[in-house]
């Protein structure tokens, strides 16, 4: 009996235990194991069996907005200001890729720091006499539309150009 026992205590420690997780709609989930895997498959909303060794970081997958107000330099070192809008909703097949890049369970200061990264490398080789303030807003959309870093993570829906000065 008592061989039986340790058995049991062995087998259940291999293993592990399960329990069912509830994901509430408008929420997909990404599971972390003990060991710091990240499992590619996305808990969707419903029940949901997880390891109880595991963590599940829930991510809100309805539409976002993101608003921006930043300072930028153009290639002959004046400055100037933008303000951007931009609308997405998260990839959730992207979710557990996500949390590998970035270790965030937010996604919106991701899409905000990325953002400007891009706004500010586009604009850096130019001078602000190339382009009208038309053609500029043109080149930030499009830039912000095509920058893997964040269009393999969300899908943007609409990049408004609120404000461009210098």
């Not at 330099?73 to 992207?94: A, M, Q, R, W």
């Not at 996500?98 to 965030?104: G, I, R, T, V």
């Not at 369970?105 to 905000?112: A, E, F, H, Q, S």
Request: proline share 3%; hydrophobic share 40%.
């Amino acid at each position: 009996m008592k061989q039986l026992m340790c058995l049991a205590i062995v087998a259940f420690s291999l293993t592990g235990c399960e329990i069912k997780v509830e994901i509430p709609v408008e929420k997909a989930g990404v599971v972390i194991t003990n060991n710091g895997e990240v499992k590619e498959q996305v808990l969707r909303s419903g029940k949901q069996v997880v390891r109880t060794d595991s963590k599940v970081i829930l991510y809100d997958i309805n539409y976002q907005q993101v608003e921006n107000d930043f300072d930028f330099l153009f290639k002959d070192v004046s400055s100037g200001d933008v303000k951007l809008t931009i609308e997405f909703t998260p990839v959730i097949d992207s979710l557990p890729g996500f949390y590998k890049a970035y270790k965030s369970i937010y996604i919106d200061p991701v899409v905000d720091v990325k953002s400007r990264s891009t706004v500010r490398r586009l604009l850096e080789n130019y001078n602000p006499i190339e382009f009208s303030k038309d053609e500029f807003k043109t080149k930030i959309i499009e830039a912000l539309n095509n920058n893997r870093e964040i269009t393999d993570y969300v899908k943007v829906h609409k990049v408004e150009v609120v404000d461009l000065k210098w």
